[in-house]
């Protein structure tokens, strides 16, 4: 197995640094390049840089510049996805997006990492294993979400937070690292803005 294709694969790896695609990194740069100097409101040209950049994208997934990934074919998004400014995606290995995620400003979805040891990480070993976000999950701004973690379907994970493990479905999450503070229940919910003030007369 090429390391290509074991990028592929939801195996956590170890690989050396001059082993990995690099001709594809550099494509990726240079589309989220285009990508990040569309004009506003540019919808159409947008969704076609994605659906080239990305491994499953769709009319649905709304990415405000500026946009940064490691590859770019190993980000599938399965729905509806809005992703706020500034986001990073380390696909080093998949990162699967269920359909309703909500993604805030500054967030970095990091399956890539390094070495402890540091003679192993000077020569440039290195380690990535998959993320996978329910459906419905909500990022708020600057949460890093570490390789090998799986996000519950409906959670919701805290500003600032660095998520280092699992998180079950339907929780409110929070911290660094990551711990589950309580369930999404009755008190979540909210009236619309309307209802709030009345209607005019």
Same mark, same amino acid.
Request: charge should be positive; aromatic fraction near 8%; proline fraction near 7%.
């Given at each position: 197995m090429t390391v290509l294709e074991l990028m592929q694969t939801d195996a956590p790896y170890v690989a050396r640094f001059e082993d990995?695609? #690099?001709?594809l990194q550099l494509r990726a740069k240079r589309?989220?390049?285009?990508? #990040?100097?569309t004009e506003p409101g540019a919808a159409d040209e947008r969704a076609a840089i994605l659906a080239e950049l990305f491994g499953t994208s769709g009319p649905q997934v709304f990415i405000e510049? #500026?946009?940064?990934?490691?590859?770019?074919?190993?980000?599938?998004?399965?729905?509806?996805?809005?992703v706020n400014y500034d986001c990073c995606f380390l696909d080093t290995s998949p990162i699967?997006?269920?359909a309703g995620a909500f993604i805030a400003p500054g967030c970095v979805l990091a399956c890539a990492g390094h070495a402890?040891?540091?003679?192993?990480?000077?020569?440039g070993i290195q380690t990535s294993a998959p993320i996978t976000l329910g459906e419905n999950v909500w990022l708020g701004a600057n949460v890093t979400v570490c390789g090998g973690v799986t996000l519950g379907d409906g959670s919701v994970i805290?500003?600032?937070?660095?998520?280092?493990?699992d998180v079950p479905s339907g929780v409110v999450a929070?911290?660094?690292?990551?711990?589950?503070i309580r369930p999404i229940d009755e008190r979540d919910r909210v009236e619309p803005f309307d209802s709030v003030i009345g209607s005019p007369s």
């Open positions: 990995m695609p #690099n001709d589309l989220c390049a285009r990508y #990040n100097r510049p #500026n946009l940064r990934c490691d590859y770019g074919f190993n980000v599938h998004f399965h729905g509806l996805a809005v699967h997006v269920g402890v040891d540091p003679g192993q990480r000077a020569a805290g500003a600032g937070s660095v998520v280092t493990r929070a911290g660094v690292p990551c711990r589950v």
